[in-house]
């Protein structure tokens, strides 16, 4: 069992900055080749043969060949870059959580107390405005870094369907909270055990723990994905699940 938890996670915080300050000064592509030498594949009539790719009228199809290219060229950078920053990020998100409740260990963590109701609704709401702006710093970095081939659509389509996505997220999921938090007693200790395993007790936890498990994998692939406004998000809905299970708990221990 961890005794320090804050050591721990600055630990995973410095391993997640080393991670990505060694990809931060590796070449993006192989000895040779360039971001330049890829885009010149849509110009150039006759593209390396290892790379060269031909439809069936003989005619030369440039988005095969600029994707076998790329998977040619291109090193790892971007996973240290993605997966370094998203370890650091999420190290450095749950640090803060346990600064700010002044938790040192695992057995101080699970006497930890839970948000009131209106803070749930009020973290609830900064979390999905916080969204909207990753999505946007999401595209605007990997086009930045130049992740996208100069013949995508342009990423306004992606960023409508984004926003429309996160806009209905962020009504439903606040209709939702809003009926579910009402038998719920609010704060509770975050890890609230309950004194009898009865037929309710069981349903709540089965009925949290789909949600928590979706949450939690949003998470995890978020932080391998290194998407950065998007990490503590996914962690805070983690938290807040968390929040409304016990909150559950601790109204079925008072009946």
Not at 53 to 82: C, F, H, P, V
Not at 121 to 146: E, K, P, Q, S
């Amino acid at each position: 069992m961890l005794k320090n938890l804050p050591r721990a996670l600055m630990s995973l915080l410095l391993l997640g900055a080393a991670a990505w300050l060694h990809g931060f000064f590796m070449p993006a592509f192989i000895e040779g080749k360039s971001i330049n030498n890829l885009y010149e594949i849509m110009y150039t009539a006759d593209p390396a043969d290892e790379v060269k790719n031909t439809q069936s009228d003989g005619a030369i199809d440039y988005r095969k060949t600029y994707y076998a290219a790329e998977k040619a060229w291109r090193t790892n950078r971007n996973d240290w870059l993605d997966t370094g920053s998203g370890v650091a990020i999420s190290s450095l998100t749950v640090l803060l959580f346990l600064r700010a409740n002044r938790v040192q260990s695992w057995k101080e963590l699970r006497r930890t107390k839970t948000v009131s109701k209106t803070r749930f609704f009020v973290w609830l709401n900064v979390g999905w405005a916080l969204l909207f702006v990753a999505l946007y710093w999401y595209y605007y970095y990997r086009g930045f870094r130049g992740d996208f081939p100069p013949f995508a659509d342009s990423i306004g389509i992606p960023l409508m369907y984004g926003q429309a996505a996160l806009l209905m997220g962020w009504l439903v999921s606040n209709a939702l909270f809003l009926l579910a938090l009402w038998p719920a007693q609010l704060p509770a200790l975050l890890f609230e055990q309950p004194r009898h395993y009865a037929r309710l007790t069981v349903l709540v936890e089965a009925v949290v723990f789909l949600p928590l498990m979706f949450a939690s994998l949003y998470a995890v692939f978020s932080v391998l994905d290194g998407d950065h406004l998007t990490i503590p998000v996914a962690l805070l809905f983690v938290y807040l699940l968390l929040v409304l299970r016990a909150g559950y708990m601790r109204a079925i221990n008072k009946r």
